[in-house]
């Protein structure tokens, strides 16, 4: 059996871009000073999922909660 996979909500990743503005920080810092990939970064841009531990490095270098980084939100239909 397929594991089964969130249909109603995805990932939004806005109040990381409000706690890096509060920090002084940017997503170029995250790229230079932790090492995360380009492609993680899109991937959080396009609020697509991203490992765990990539959201914990976040959290643990902005000194902040996981819902300081990422949230769910109800998923947009797509326009047809």
């Known amino acids: 059996m397929a594991r089964r996979k969130a249909e109603s909500i995805v990932p939004s990743y806005k109040p990381m871009d409000k706690t890096l503005i509060d920090r002084d920080k940017n997503r170029t810092d995250l790229r230079n000073d932790l090492g995360i990939s380009p492609s993680t970064l899109a991937k959080m841009s396009a609020g697509e999922y991203?490992?765990?531990d990539v959201i914990a490095l976040i959290c643990e270098y902005l000194d902040c909660k996981i819902?300081?980084?990422?949230?769910?939100?109800p998923k947009k239909e797509d326009a047809e």
């Open 50 to 52: 991203v490992a765990l």
């Open 67 to 73: 819902e300081e980084v990422v949230e769910f939100v």
